[in-house]
Protein backbone atom coordinates (compact mmCIF):
# COMPACT_ATOMS: atom_id res chain seq x y z
CA UNK A 1 0.00 0.00 0.00
CA UNK A 2 1.13 3.35 -0.62
CA UNK A 3 0.33 6.59 1.29
CA UNK A 4 0.80 10.10 -1.07
CA UNK A 5 1.03 13.33 0.92
CA UNK A 6 2.80 16.45 -0.39
CA UNK A 7 4.31 15.06 -3.26
CA UNK A 8 5.73 12.44 -1.19
CA UNK A 9 5.12 8.33 -1.58
CA UNK A 10 5.19 6.24 1.53
CA UNK A 11 5.37 2.80 1.23
CA UNK A 12 3.25 0.54 3.88
CA UNK A 13 4.51 -2.60 4.39
CA UNK A 14 1.61 -5.51 4.89
CA UNK A 15 2.66 -5.18 8.89
CA UNK A 16 1.52 -1.37 8.31
CA UNK A 17 4.82 0.06 9.49
CA UNK A 18 6.20 2.67 6.90
CA UNK A 19 9.44 1.20 4.70
CA UNK A 20 11.68 3.88 5.27
CA UNK A 21 15.59 3.80 4.11
CA UNK A 22 17.57 6.23 5.90
CA UNK A 23 20.86 7.33 4.88
CA UNK A 24 23.54 9.16 6.52
CA UNK A 25 24.31 12.57 5.12
CA UNK A 26 27.98 11.27 4.25
CA UNK A 27 26.10 8.32 2.10
CA UNK A 28 24.20 11.68 0.23
CA UNK A 29 26.94 13.15 -0.68
CA UNK A 30 28.57 10.83 -2.02
CA UNK A 31 25.91 9.33 -3.93
CA UNK A 32 25.84 13.41 -5.95
CA UNK A 33 29.67 13.32 -6.39
CA UNK A 34 30.20 15.67 -2.90
CA UNK A 35 32.39 13.53 -0.79
CA UNK A 36 35.64 13.21 -0.86
CA UNK A 37 39.02 11.23 1.34
CA UNK A 38 42.30 13.59 1.21
CA UNK A 39 45.30 11.04 2.05
CA UNK A 40 49.02 11.38 3.22
CA UNK A 41 50.71 8.70 2.32
CA UNK A 42 53.39 7.29 4.98
CA UNK A 43 55.92 10.39 5.01
CA UNK A 44 59.01 11.28 7.50
CA UNK A 45 57.90 14.45 9.20
CA UNK A 46 59.52 16.95 11.71
CA UNK A 47 58.16 17.67 15.33
CA UNK A 48 55.06 20.39 15.03
CA UNK A 49 54.08 19.90 11.18
CA UNK A 50 50.60 19.83 10.20
CA UNK A 51 50.97 16.43 8.90
CA UNK A 52 47.59 17.11 6.60
CA UNK A 53 45.61 20.30 5.91
CA UNK A 54 42.13 21.00 4.12
CA UNK A 55 40.98 24.13 3.20
CA UNK A 56 37.51 24.69 2.27
CA UNK A 57 37.51 26.54 -1.24
CA UNK A 58 33.29 26.21 -1.85
CA UNK A 59 31.98 29.77 -1.79
CA UNK A 60 28.39 28.38 -1.32
CA UNK A 61 28.38 24.53 0.87
CA UNK A 62 29.82 23.69 3.80
CA UNK A 63 32.58 21.10 4.13
CA UNK A 64 31.54 18.62 7.08
CA UNK A 65 34.74 16.71 8.45
CA UNK A 66 33.14 13.05 8.38
CA UNK A 67 36.35 10.94 9.68
CA UNK A 68 40.19 11.04 10.25
CA UNK A 69 42.07 7.72 10.00
CA UNK A 70 45.68 8.13 11.70
CA UNK A 71 48.70 5.51 11.75
CA UNK A 72 51.98 6.13 13.22
CA UNK A 73 55.74 4.13 13.63
CA UNK A 74 56.43 5.83 16.82
CA UNK A 75 55.89 4.25 19.94
CA UNK A 76 53.63 6.92 20.92
CA UNK A 77 52.64 10.19 19.00
CA UNK A 78 50.16 12.55 20.12
CA UNK A 79 48.18 13.83 17.48
CA UNK A 80 46.26 17.66 17.58
CA UNK A 81 43.45 18.07 15.68
CA UNK A 82 42.59 22.04 15.03
CA UNK A 83 41.05 24.70 12.79
CA UNK A 84 43.30 26.71 11.38
CA UNK A 85 41.54 30.19 11.66
CA UNK A 86 44.02 32.48 10.58
CA UNK A 87 44.76 32.99 7.21
CA UNK A 88 47.32 31.31 5.31
CA UNK A 89 49.19 30.69 2.19
CA UNK A 90 49.88 26.63 2.00
CA UNK A 91 53.07 25.52 1.72
CA UNK A 92 53.88 21.93 1.23
CA UNK A 93 53.27 19.02 -1.00
CA UNK A 94 49.45 19.27 -2.56
CA UNK A 95 46.88 16.60 -1.61
CA UNK A 96 43.78 15.99 -4.46
CA UNK A 97 40.96 14.60 -2.56
CA UNK A 98 39.33 11.38 -4.33
CA UNK A 99 36.31 11.49 -4.97
CA UNK A 100 33.94 8.72 -3.85
CA UNK A 101 31.80 8.90 -7.17
CA UNK A 102 33.08 7.48 -9.77
CA UNK A 103 33.89 9.41 -12.46
CA UNK A 104 33.06 12.58 -10.11
CA UNK A 105 34.37 15.93 -10.07
CA UNK A 106 36.89 17.22 -8.27
CA UNK A 107 36.94 18.58 -4.74
CA UNK A 108 36.60 22.58 -4.38
CA UNK A 109 38.90 22.24 -1.28
CA UNK A 110 42.83 22.57 -0.88
CA UNK A 111 44.48 19.66 0.92
CA UNK A 112 48.21 19.71 1.50
CA UNK A 113 50.65 17.22 3.55
CA UNK A 114 53.38 18.62 6.03
CA UNK A 115 52.10 21.99 5.47
CA UNK A 116 54.29 24.29 7.08
CA UNK A 117 52.41 27.73 5.65
CA UNK A 118 49.15 27.58 8.52
CA UNK A 119 49.36 29.01 12.33
CA UNK A 120 47.51 26.17 14.80
CA UNK A 121 43.75 27.27 15.57
CA UNK A 122 41.23 26.10 18.04
CA UNK A 123 42.44 22.57 19.14
CA UNK A 124 38.96 20.20 18.62
CA UNK A 125 40.49 16.91 19.56
CA UNK A 126 44.38 15.74 20.95
CA UNK A 127 44.99 11.65 20.90
CA UNK A 128 47.59 9.76 21.62
CA UNK A 129 48.34 7.17 19.05
CA UNK A 130 50.38 3.98 19.30
CA UNK A 131 53.03 2.24 16.45
CA UNK A 132 51.55 0.55 14.20
CA UNK A 133 47.80 0.71 15.32
CA UNK A 134 45.21 2.38 13.02
CA UNK A 135 42.92 4.99 15.03
CA UNK A 136 39.83 5.87 13.13
CA UNK A 137 38.19 9.35 14.80
CA UNK A 138 34.43 9.36 13.76
CA UNK A 139 33.09 13.07 13.89
CA UNK A 140 30.10 12.35 11.83
CA UNK A 141 29.84 15.32 10.35
CA UNK A 142 30.07 17.48 13.13
CA UNK A 143 33.28 19.63 12.44
CA UNK A 144 31.91 21.61 9.74
CA UNK A 145 33.74 24.29 7.69
CA UNK A 146 32.78 27.28 6.09
CA UNK A 147 34.74 29.07 3.12
CA UNK A 148 38.14 29.62 3.79
CA UNK A 149 38.09 27.54 6.66
CA UNK A 150 40.57 24.77 7.16
CA UNK A 151 41.28 21.82 9.32
CA UNK A 152 44.21 20.48 10.28
CA UNK A 153 46.37 17.40 11.69
CA UNK A 154 49.60 18.08 13.81
CA UNK A 155 51.65 15.77 15.49
CA UNK A 156 53.57 17.27 18.50
CA UNK A 157 56.75 14.98 17.48
CA UNK A 158 58.66 13.73 14.72
CA UNK A 159 58.33 10.70 13.15
CA UNK A 160 59.90 8.22 10.60
CA UNK A 161 56.77 7.65 8.63
CA UNK A 162 52.58 8.51 9.32
CA UNK A 163 49.67 7.83 7.66
CA UNK A 164 46.24 10.42 7.54
CA UNK A 165 43.37 10.53 5.98
CA UNK A 166 40.80 13.04 5.86
CA UNK A 167 37.06 12.14 4.84
CA UNK A 168 34.92 15.27 4.22
CA UNK A 169 31.45 15.82 2.55
CA UNK A 170 30.39 18.95 1.04
CA UNK A 171 26.44 20.39 1.95
Known amino acids: MQIEFGGIILEI ?3 KRAKVEAKSDF ?5 RGD ?3 WTRETAVFTA ?14 ALH ?3 VILESSHAITEIEMHRITAAYTSAGTVVVGTNLL ?3 GAAEASGVADETGNTQGTVIERRVIHASIPVE ?4 GSVKLNNAQAFGIDSTLGDDWI ?3 IWGYFK
Not at 27 to 31: G, N
Open 35 to 37: AFI
Open 27 to 31: LLAAE
Open 65 to 67: IEK
Open 163 to 165: YAS
Open 13 to 15: GSD
Open 102 to 104: PGG
Open 48 to 61: LDTILCVRNDNPNK
Open 137 to 140: INFK
